[in-house]
């Protein structure tokens, strides 16, 4: 059987996740730091497109968060 609460509780906690997520990032942009525009990033501009990619940029966030998210883990382990 579907169980509604259970689904709305997900969905209201999925919902304050991103928008923790999407103020983390806001203020990442306003700090100055050159997220997207490291070495390694790739950006292809033509007439009427531009492509970017940022590969540098995916792979220190990703070790960032890593390692965060296995601080938090130990954290309450304990």
């Known amino acids: 059987m579907f169980d ?3 689904a709305g509780k997900w969905i209201v906690s999925a ?3 991103l928008v ?7 203020l990442l ?3 100055g730091l050159p997220i997207g525009n490291l070495p390694g990033d790739l ?3 033509r007439d009427g497109f531009t492509c970017v990619f940022p590969l540098a940029t995916s792979i220190v966030l990703s070790i960032i968060l890593t390692l965060l998210l296995n ?3 130990r ?3 304990r």
Do not use: M, Y
């Not at 923790?20 to 990032?25: C, P, R, S, T, Y």
């Open 29 to 31: 942009g306003r700090s």
């Open 15 to 17: 919902g304050l996740g």
């Open 71 to 73: 601080l938090i883990v």
């Open 75 to 77: 954290l309450i382990n």
């Open 4 to 6: 509604v609460a259970a």
């Open 43 to 45: 950006r292809i501009q």
């Open 20 to 26: 923790l997520i999407g103020g983390f990032i806001w």
